[in-house]
Structures are given as structure tokens and as C-alpha cells.
């Protein structure tokens, strides 16, 4: 299974990889950024604040939930903002889901020639919902100048996630039964890259942001977090 690792300024994203015999592996890759639909989310997000923790997540018909949370709702200039987006199986037994390839390029963006990581994310700047989130372009939260683009691979074709937990098995392409990914994005961030020619980064202005994450079966979950003066 392939593996890459990438560690750069600003943006570290922690992916729980899995395989038979060797335990879990913890590597650090360059985040992806989405844009997506929604059409099998069956009932609206639901989002908590406690003590600043930020979290939504909704369930699809085909049994996961998909969930996104933030470390706190505001920030200053310059504060490392924790990103995590999770998708786990709901079902008490094995649920097998086919491949279906749809995650659109901007989730990949941050994960090239990464086929087997079927979610992502976006931060946009401003305040956007599930209708009006497609009109912007997301930020460039990885540095384009260090991008490592690895060895490309076949995809799955299919995804065989184990009961309760936000674990899934590779199934077909260049994978097999002994290869399984946990499903689970962590990113740190502060600024972003104004363009994909600049060689350093800015700090995200005061304002609100917008975060999307989905994945490649249509779910959508969105948050908003603000940076002040």
C-alpha cells in the first residue's frame, strides 16, 4: 500500500494507515480541499459548541457518518486553527460500499494520486452553506512548493468498513484484503498561500471562514469558525 509522507510549513495533516502484521502507522501528508454535493445525506447536520469545541457530522444512507470539528469557533491572526474530519461505519457489522470515484478534483487537491482516501476538505473565506458553498474558491492551505505527488495508484473498488469504527478495507485495484486505512483527517493550519506561484504564506484575516468536508458518496458537512483583531 502506498504510503506518502509530507511534513510542511503551516499544514500538518496526521492519517492513520493500517495494514496486517504491522499495527498502525502514523504519516503526515498534504491536505486535500473539496468541493462537492449532497444527495445522500438523509437528515440535516447537527453542530455543537462547548467551551469552543466546534462539531457537526451527518449520517448517509449508506450507513456512515460523516463528521467535522474545529478546537475552538475563534481565533486570532496567526493561531493555529485544529482541523478533524472522521468517517465511521454506524452498522454493528461489516458494511461493503463500491468504490464510486466522485470525490470531485478539489478534495483531492491536497492528496495527488492518493486514490484510496475517498473524503477531504475546504476552508473558504467567507460565510457559506450547503447551497452556497460551490460559488468560492477554496484557499490554498498547502504549500504548492513542497507538494510530494508519490507513486500513482489503482484505485478500489470498494470499501469494506468494520462495525462501529471509522476503519475500512481496500478492496480491488492495486489493494487487497490486507490493507485497511482509517478514514480520519487532522490538520493543523494558520494562513494560507495567496496563489499557487507565492513562495510564503498569510495569516487568515479577521472575518469568518467556512469549512467543507465531504466525501466521495455525496455526504456534506459544513462549519464556520471567525478570526478577530
Same mark, same amino acid.
Given at each position: 500500500?502506498?504510503?506518502?509522507?509530507? %511534513?510542511?510549513?503551516?499544514? %500538518?495533516?496526521?492519517?492513520?494507515?493500517?495494514?496486517?502484521?504491522?499495527?498502525?502507522?502514523?504519516?503526515?501528508?498534504?491536505?486535500?480541499?473539496?468541493?462537492?454535493?449532497?444527495?445522500?445525506?438523509?437528515?440535516?447536520?447537527?453542530?455543537?459548541? *462547548?467551551?469552543?469545541?466546534?462539531?457537526? =457530522?451527518?449520517?448517509?444512507?449508506? +450507513?456512515? =457518518?460523516?463528521?467535522?470539528?474545529?478546537?475552538?469557533?475563534?481565533?486570532?491572526?496567526?493561531?493555529? *486553527?485544529?482541523?478533524?474530519?472522521?468517517?465511521?461505519?454506524?452498522?454493528?457489522?461489516?458494511?461493503?460500499?463500491?468504490?464510486?470515484?466522485?470525490?470531485?478534483?478539489?478534495?483531492? =487537491?491536497?492528496?495527488?494520486?492518493?486514490?484510496?482516501?475517498?473524503?477531504?476538505?475546504?476552508?473558504?473565506? +467567507?460565510?457559506?452553506?450547503?447551497?452556497?458553498? @460551490?460559488?468560492?474558491?477554496?484557499?490554498?492551505?498547502?504549500?504548492?512548493?513542497?507538494?510530494?505527488?508519490?507513486?500513482?495508484?489503482?484505485?478500489?473498488?470498494?470499501?469494506?468498513?468494520?462495525?462501529?469504527?471509522?476503519?475500512?478495507?481496500?478492496?480491488?485495484?492495486?489493494?487487497?484484503?490486507?490493507?485497511? %486505512?482509517?478514514?480520519?483527517?487532522? %490538520?493543523?493550519?494558520? +494562513?494560507?498561500?495567496?496563489?499557487?506561484?507565492?513562495? @510564503? =504564506?498569510?495569516?487568515?484575516?479577521?472575518?469568518?471562514?467556512? *469549512?467543507?468536508?465531504?466525501?466521495?458518496?455525496?455526504?456534506?458537512?459544513?462549519?464556520?469558525?471567525?478570526?478577530?483583531?
Amino acid at each position: 500500500m502506498k504510503k506518502r509522507i509530507e %511534513i510542511i510549513m503551516g499544514v %500538518i495533516i496526521s492519517l492513520g494507515i493500517l495494514a496486517a502484521g504491522c499495527g498502525r502507522i502514523t504519516t503526515t501528508m498534504t491536505p486535500a480541499m473539496t468541493t462537492t454535493s449532497n444527495p445522500t445525506q438523509t437528515s440535516l447536520p447537527t453542530t455543537t459548541d *462547548i467551551s469552543g469545541f466546534n462539531s457537526t =457530522s451527518t449520517e448517509t444512507v449508506n +450507513g456512515l =457518518s460523516l463528521s467535522l470539528s474545529t478546537d475552538r469557533t475563534t481565533y486570532q491572526p496567526g493561531q493555529v *486553527i485544529a482541523i478533524t474530519v472522521d468517517e465511521k461505519n454506524l452498522l454493528s457489522t461489516t458494511n461493503d460500499i463500491p468504490a464510486t470515484d466522485n470525490l470531485p478534483s478539489e478534495f483531492r =487537491s491536497g492528496f495527488p494520486n492518493d486514490p484510496s482516501f475517498p473524503l477531504g476538505l475546504a476552508v473558504l473565506r +467567507g460565510n457559506y452553506s450547503g447551497s452556497s458553498y @460551490s460559488i468560492a474558491a477554496p484557499l490554498i492551505i498547502f504549500n504548492p512548493g513542497e507538494v510530494y505527488t508519490g507513486t500513482t495508484t489503482a484505485e478500489p473498488t470498494s470499501y469494506s468498513f468494520q462495525p462501529f469504527i471509522d476503519v475500512a478495507i481496500l478492496n480491488g485495484g492495486d489493494f487487497n484484503s490486507s490493507d485497511a %486505512i482509517r478514514l480520519h483527517i487532522e %490538520i493543523s493550519i494558520n +494562513g494560507y498561500w495567496p496563489n499557487n506561484e507565492s513562495a @510564503s =504564506s498569510n495569516n487568515f484575516e479577521p472575518g469568518i471562514y467556512t *469549512i467543507v468536508a465531504g466525501d466521495e458518496w455525496g455526504a456534506l458537512v459544513i462549519l464556520h469558525f471567525t478570526v478577530t483583531n
